[in-house]
């Protein structure tokens, strides 16, 4: 466990003496997720080093924006948090994660996730004349790191950009990470994990790695998904930049951190985007 003496001092005074069940920490970054049991109750802490930057995201989707999801059981429950240690405690979700289960393919949990994604993006909308301007700026300094994409293509990748309008975007509280290695299933219901990436962005960014992957291999999963959601409200402009903005930054993320197919993948993710506008 590389925890902090700080964090280790706090968990002892939240939950003393608690056993650590099992690390589920990905490794990838510095993060560490431990699941706990103390009196027959079990609980899952994560903790981020000190360039984590998701910890903070954690913590405010569960103070401000999780009760929609909170209040049917659909999330885990906040139990303590402390920004400066970075640090979060929650109840246990019970349920196997969908990825890699014959769930991952079956319409029906589609259809559910784009339900429990309606009643999250439902809560309210806030105009932002800036955000389009600010995520093209983002996506231009992640051209500027260190990646694999080719030269050519990185010129072409900046003309297209720079060229963008940047339009008055609508956010709305988005997870930021919507796909079933954050889903869990437990009898046939679908839960949600994982707020690291959670911040108020358009409401489509939260489609974009389904769109990249799973509704890529089965025609069957998109219908079923919009089908939950309740409409497609996707304009084709406003998404192919998004699309495109992901790609670009999933590309680059992953070359930094070293997970190579999810760098494949954002390099497949470029090409596709490219190929459709």
Do not use: C
């Not at 079990?42 to 405010?60: M, S, T, V």
């Not at 920004?83 to 014959?102: F, H, M, N, S, W």
């Not at 690291?196 to 509704?215: E, I, S």
């Amino acid at each position: 466990m590389d925890l902090t003496q700080r964090q280790r001092d706090l968990l002892q005074e939240w939950l003393p003496n608690a056993e650590v069940v099992t690390d589920h920490s990905w490794g990838l970054v510095g993060t560490v997720v431990l699941e706990l049991r103390l009196r027959g109750e079990r609980y899952i802490a994560k903790a981020g080093d000190a360039a984590d930057h998701h910890l903070a995201r954690e913590i405010q989707a569960h103070r401000s924006w999780l009760t929609p999801w909170t209040s049917r059981g659909s999330a885990p429950q906040l139990v303590r948090a402390d920004d400066e240690a970075k640090l979060i405690l929650t109840r246990y979700l019970p349920g196997e994660l969908v990825e890699g289960t014959a769930a991952e393919w079956v319409p029906e949990t589609y259809r559910q996730a784009g339900e429990l994604l309606a009643v999250f993006h439902g809560q309210f909308a806030v105009p932002d004349e800036a955000y389009e301007a600010r995520e093209n700026r983002r996506t231009l300094d992640n051209l500027g790191k260190s990646h694999t994409i080719s030269p050519a293509l990185t010129d072409r990748l900046r003309s297209e950009i720079e060229s963008w309008p940047t339009p008055t975007a609508a956010l709305v509280p988005t997870h930021g990470d919507w796909q079933p290695r954050n889903w869990l299933i437990d009898n046939g219901i679908v839960g949600v994990i994982d707020f690291g990436r959670a911040a108020l962005r358009p409401a489509a960014t939260d489609f974009a790695r389904l769109a990249a992957q799973q509704f890529r291999s089965d025609p069957a999963l998109e219908p079923a998904f919009f089908d939950g959601y309740g409409q497609d409200p996707r304009d084709p402009d406003t998404w192919h930049r998004a699309q495109l903005r992901e790609a670009v930054n999933t590309a680059v993320w992953a070359h930094q951190v070293g997970d190579s197919p999810f760098e494949q993948q954002g390099h497949r993710m470029i090409a596709d985007a490219l190929r459709e506008s």
